[in-house]
């Protein structure tokens, strides 16, 4: 087993200290999926729910929890996002809905979180603005889909 980087020498949780990383180029992707009954993911996708465009207020809610990543999740460092995407697609007869979030950064951390959180709260954006119509919804999962860059090079989930 590896040494474990985010405790000191008393076994106390600590920020790692990435300053004498190189800064490569580095990007993550992550997936979280929303159930729905198809009624309702036909209305998301036609733009019918009744607090409005759900896929639109997912994107923006994605980039911005993003963006504030290191302000949610007490050891991450704040990064210089070059990029954060959030898409999605809607399959109406599983009444599933599957937002995709990338980000992006140049420095010495990856982004595999901002990508988990940007995917998370777009994932709870979802559900916000559809439990009034179903309230069986359900964030059936997230994961992270790939990172590249730095020392670890390139990951994939198979």
């Not at 911005?64 to 809607?90: D, M, N, W, Y």
Request: with cysteine; proline share 3%; charged share 25%.
């Amino acid at each position: 087993m590896s040494e474990l980087t985010h405790l000191d020498a008393a076994g106390n949780a600590r920020m790692v200290d990435v300053g004498d990383k190189p800064a490569t180029v580095r990007t993550a992707r992550a997936r979280a999926v929303v159930r729905v009954g198809s009624e309702t993911a036909q209305r998301v996708s036609d733009g019918d729910a009744p607090k409005g465009d759900v896929l639109g207020v997912a994107r923006i809610a994605g980039i911005q929890a993003a963006k504030r990543t290191s302000e949610l999740i007490p050891l991450c460092h704040p990064l210089a996002l070059s990029f954060v995407g959030v898409e999605a697609e809607i399959d109406v007869g599983t009444g599933t809905i599957e937002l995709i979030a990338e980000a992006r950064t140049t420095g010495p951390t990856g982004v595999e979180m901002e990508a988990l959180t940007a995917a998370s709260v777009a994932a709870l954006t979802v559900y916000d603005m559809v439990k009034g119509v179903e309230r069986g919804a359900e964030i059936a999962s997230v994961a992270l889909l790939s990172k590249s860059g730095g020392r670890s090079g390139q990951w994939r989930r198979d």
